[in-house]
């Protein structure tokens, strides 16, 4: 029998495994031997509190991040279906937004069972969390850095959100979320709604939707989402 390819979420922030994840998913993690983790600092940490603390040494953890070309990922799937693996983001889901998804893909052209757990996604909790369209809604990822490209993509965003009444999800590296926001509520009009959602299920989250006329009323009080995880979600 082929081993399979587990998705493995973790918590969204500094949190116990038990915290965010259901006792199946940690049993899971248990069980396995073979990781494809993100960072192996924060895997080790996370997999010696998930059920493998001071057997850490027995596991074969592969790295595989933004850095790993394509050879090395191909190079990781010949062990996929001699055991059970298990791949592991930083945060959340796997293979969203993710490098792993390569690896995904690879596994089910070798035709490995693909099996995916149950955990946190930031992308779903800011939209179910937000008040906007959670019937029709689109993941945009990460806007280009330059501000021109950025504010370029932004009006093209909240085009295509008036013209199908379409939520449009937007991640951004922490350093760079006021960046982002600055130029949302330049850009958008005043009626659009927009939600900012950081630290999801973390101590200090917050999720605000207002529109983009409140937004910049809350801005020039002084208002900053700071180096914090965070999703922006558009509706107008």
């Known amino acids: 029998m082929k081993g399979k390819l587990y998705l493995i979420p973790t918590p969204l922030g500094d ?24 960072e192996l600092r924060t895997a080790r940490r996370f997999l010696s509190a998930a059920g493998h603390k ?10 595989l991040n933004e850095h790993s070309t394509r050879e090395q990922i191909e190079a990781y799937a010949q062990q996929l279906g001699a055991e059970d693996a298990g791949l592991i983001s930083e945060a959340g889901l796997p293979a969203v937004a993710d490098p792993g998804a390569l690896l995904v893909e690879l596994a089910h052209d070798k035709g490995i069972d693909v099996v995916p757990m149950t955990g946190p996604s930031s992308l779903m909790m800011a939209l179910m969390s937000s008040g906007l369209n959670g019937q029709c809604f689109a993941f945009t990822g990460y806007l280009p850095v330059k501000t021109p490209a950025r504010r370029e993509a932004i009006v093209t965003l909240e085009r295509n959100s008036a013209r199908l009444h379409q939520s449009q999800i937007i991640i951004e590296t922490p350093y760079r979320n006021d960046a982002l926001l600055a130029d949302l509520l330049e850009v958008c009009r005043p009626d659009t709604r927009l939600c900012v959602a950081a630290d999801i ?6 999720i605000r939707t207002r529109t983009v006329a409140r937004w910049r009323d809350e801005v020039r009080r002084g208002f900053a989402i ?8 558009l509706l107008s």
């Open 226 to 233: 700071g180096k914090r995880p965070c999703v922006f979600i």
């Open 54 to 63: 001071g057997h850490i040494d027995e596991l074969t953890l592969l790295e």
């Open 15 to 38: 949190l116990a495994p038990e915290s965010a994840l259901p006792k199946p998913v940690l049993d899971r993690i248990a069980s396995l031997r073979l990781f494809f983790v993100e």
């Open 201 to 206: 299920t973390c101590p200090d989250e917050l």
